[in-house]
């Protein structure tokens, strides 16, 4: 069963600071990581997700790493916002199949001003 | 936008009761997954469906069963509630759950949950 670590479980931040989350996994078939957010009283939603064929991924003030030599894949957020307050997920998939992926243990944010 | 709906937001039982909880989505979705979300644990798959009447079990299966007999609709079974059940309940859907293709078609899509408190 795939295991991925996630960290720190919780994180505040200053408003325009960075936040930063890890995660580390066993084993993956395939180097498919995709990020959720979830805000208190929705289901999570994706975010941003990383390829194989790239080691850093940025959308808006949302960037993604990927250390494959490690088996650990990063979220920074730059210019941290209050409204970024949620709960961030990451994900890998299995290593025994490619259908199912297991989710981290979750990592809840808060941006104060 | 995908739409997926998880009939109770709220639901409080009692041990030993029998308990369905129901989702649908609108987006004629392949695949369709039911977690349990508790604190310091994330997401755990329970149950996920690739097509109608078809269901494989995830990391937590036990004590609990599926039902999909129509594409849309996705349904979990606590066949006697206990309290160890208590938690939040997340239904997802996606096209497609082959992480060989790497493209959105793998996006999971979830409901806004069933929060379950068995007494």
């Known amino acids: 069963q795939q295991q991925v670590k996630q960290s720190p479980q919780s994180l505040i931040v200053q408003k325009g600071g960075i936040s930063i989350i890890n995660c580390a996994y066993e084993?993956?078939?395939?180097?498919?990581f995709p990020w959720y957010q979830q805000f208190p009283g929705k289901g999570p939603a994706l975010l941003i997700a990383i390829r194989p064929d790239v080691s850093e991924k940025k959308e808006g003030r949302f960037t993604i790493s990927f250390n494959k030599s490690a088996k650990q894949f990063s979220l920074h957020i730059m210019d941290s916002q209050p409204g970024d307050s949620a709960t961030y997920f990451c994900?890998?998939?299995?290593?025994?199949?490619?259908?199912?992926?297991?989710f981290g243990t979750g990592t809840k944010l808060q941006v104060i001003p | 936008d995908v739409k997926v709906t998880q009939s109770s937001r709220y639901l409080v039982k009692r041990t030993g009761e029998k308990v369905f909880l129901e989702c649908v989505q609108d987006?004629?979705?392949?695949?369709m997954f039911w977690y349990r979300q508790d604190p310091g644990l994330g997401l755990r798959l329970i149950y996920f469906s690739y097509d109608v009447k078809m269901k494989e079990k995830g990391d937590i299966p036990e004590g609990y069963s599926v039902s999909r007999e129509k594409k849309e609709r996705f349904s979990l079974i606590l066949e006697s509630a206990s309290t160890n059940q208590t938690s939040m309940y997340l239904c997802?859907?996606?096209?497609?759950?082959?992480?060989?293709?790497?493209?959105?078609?793998?996006?999971?899509?979830f409901g806004a949950g069933t929060r379950l408190s068995v007494l």
């Open positions: 994900a890998a998939p299995g290593a025994g199949g490619y259908q199912k992926v297991t």
């Open positions: 084993n993956t078939a395939f180097d498919y």
């Open positions: 997802a859907s996606s096209l497609l759950s082959d992480f060989r293709d790497y493209t959105a078609k793998n996006i999971q899509y």
């Open positions: 987006m004629d979705h392949e695949n």
